[in-house]
């Protein structure tokens, strides 16, 4: 499966943003679906994960809980990420990838199928 993140831009502080993940040559359909960010001079870290599975179970990290909403649509391979309330520490460029099924979806190893990332920068 091929991905493709998009829907970065910059905005100011409080301000939203909406990510999409298309994905191509498969449908998401059938995967779980993770979001993960990098800033400059840090390790890739987990932002949200959505299942495959009809209820559509979802985790977020701490840092993101209450202002970030990822979601999915199969019948148009996407999976999004709508985030509210924005802060300058969310600056980052975010990816989307595929979990592999194996162990804890929190750590980015155990995913696979990742696309270019879009840039968020939000300033304060």
């Known amino acids: 499966v091929q991905l493709q993140a998009s829907g970065g831009g910059s905005v100011q502080a409080g301000g939203s943003l909406g990510l999409s993940c298309a994905g191509s040559?498969?449908?998401?359909?059938?995967?779980?679906v993770g979001w993960f960010r990098q800033a400059p001079g840090k390790e890739r870290e987990f932002v949200a994960v959505?299942?495959?599975?009809?209820?559509?179970?979802?985790e977020y990290a701490e840092s993101v809980k209450g202002r970030f909403t990822i979601s999915r649509d199969n019948a148009k391979s996407t999976v999004y990420l709508q985030m509210n309330s924005l802060k300058s520490e969310d600056t980052a460029i975010y990816y989307c990838?595929?979990?592999?099924?194996?162990?804890?979806?929190?750590?980015?190893?155990?995913?696979?199928?990742w696309g270019h990332g879009t840039q968020v920068t939000v300033s304060s």
């Open positions: 959505i299942s495959w599975s009809g209820g559509h179970a979802v």
């Open positions: 040559g498969r449908s998401l359909g059938s995967f779980a």
């Open positions: 990838a595929i979990w592999t099924g194996c162990n804890n979806p929190v750590d980015p190893s155990n995913y696979e199928d």
